[in-house]
């Protein structure tokens, strides 16, 4: 059994999405059983609630231009990956980016709007109209027994906030083989329980090519961005393989 992981994306109007096509030709080449799109492919830059109305580029943003560059994505990626010999079970988890739009629905100043913000609608029901299978924010999947959500929360928190830490402490804490996005950075590690079984962690949240302005030069540069394949998948254990961007920009476009 393998799978393969998908990183955020956080596709706007403007960004580079030839690494797009470049994992969904490795993909086809080397056909993952099961392929998992963590959350975070739309942006949603215009339902940010980090920005209000009067700042910088705010004239500029569009919910519609926003949906529509992700399905433009999303639809070359999957025309892509499967043929008539290859149709792998494709799962998505919705990420906070996306879940910006029901936020947006159920806010006090944009509730107007809900009629017309519908996350179902506009995200939800056409995945599923593509055969692929869709999860809702923080809603934990398990797979071949892994764990798979955009992110955990800390059980042992009062908090829902992301869980943080070290790889070592995010298994101690969640107690399971994980896999999540949304964090910025590249975390891996493993455990053994005391009758041998190995639990592995995984932490991806960066699958692109643009620099965002609010994580400043520093941690866009020490970032790294790239798709995991999982192979031998069993009881939560796997074996890890790293494909970089840089890679896949060489070797697939």
Known sequence: MKHIMIPDTQIFPSSKTEHIVAAARYIKKHKPDKIIIIGD????????????AGDKGW???????DIDIGWKAMKRFLSLTRSPKYDPEIHFAVGNHEDRIMRAANSAETRMMGGFLSLKELIIEPLQELDVQTHEFLEIFVLDGICYSHYFVNPTSLFPNPIGGTIESKLKNLGHSFTMGHQQHKQTGEVFTCTGERRRGLVCGRFYQDHHEYLGPQKNAQSWSGVLMKHEVSNGDYDLMEVSMNYLLKEYT
């Not at 830059?45 to 920005?51: G, N, R």
């Not at 004239?59 to 231009?65: C, I, L, P, R, S």
Request: net charge negative.
């Open 41 to 52: 492919w739309w942006d949603m830059p215009s339902l940010s609630s980090y920005d209000t």
């Open 59 to 65: 004239e500029h943003k569009d919910v519609k231009a």
